[in-house]
C-alpha cells in the first residue's frame, strides 16, 4: 500500500498552488475528512472524500488515485472525483464572478500617465 500525505495530494491534485497553502489550509480546520477536522500528515486512502474550502470555491472530492508528485492539470484530474454539490457550484459560479484579482480596476483611483498628460496639457490651455 502506498502512503501519501494530505497535504502533498492537494497540492499534487492541484487543489492549493504549494504544499505551504494546503499544509495552512489543513490547520485552519478548511479541509475536512466525514465532518471532521484533519492533520496534513494525514495518510490518503483510495475512496476517502473531503470537503475543502478555498476563498476561490467549496469542493467535495473523492480520491480515485494517488499521485505523489504535481502533474499536469489534464493528469490531476484523473485522480480525484468532484462531487460538489449543485448549491456549492453555483455560490462557486457567484464567487468566480465577483473575485478579486488585485489589479485596479480601470477608470479608478490614480489617472493613468497619458491620462496625466492629457490634464496637464488641458490645464496649460486654461
Not at 472524500?49 to 499521485?67: H, S
Not at 473575485?99 to 486654461?126: A, I, N, V
Request: charged share 30%; glycine share 6%; no cysteine.
Amino acid at each position: 500500500m502506498e502512503k501519501l500525505r494530505l497535504d502533498k495530494y492537494l497540492w499534487a491534485i492541484r487543489i492549493f498552488k504549494t504544499r505551504t497553502q494546503a499544509t495552512t489550509a489543513i490547520d485552519e480546520g478548511k479541509v475536512k475528512w466525514n465532518s471532521a477536522n484533519v492533520k496534513p500528515s494525514r495518510i490518503v486512502g483510495m475512496g476517502d472524500q473531503y470537503t475543502i474550502k478555498t476563498p476561490a470555491r467549496r469542493w467535495t472530492i473523492e480520491v480515485t488515485g494517488l499521485i505523489h508528485n504535481r502533474v499536469a492539470y489534464e493528469d490531476a484530474i484523473k485522480n480525484y472525483t468532484d462531487l460538489t454539490s449543485e448549491e456549492d457550484k453555483q455560490l462557486n459560479q457567484l464567487t468566480g464572478s465577483s473575485f478579486y484579482t488585485g489589479k485596479r480596476q480601470s477608470k479608478t483611483g490614480h489617472p493613468t500617465k497619458k491620462q496625466r498628460r492629457d490634464l496637464e496639457d488641458f490645464m496649460d490651455d486654461l
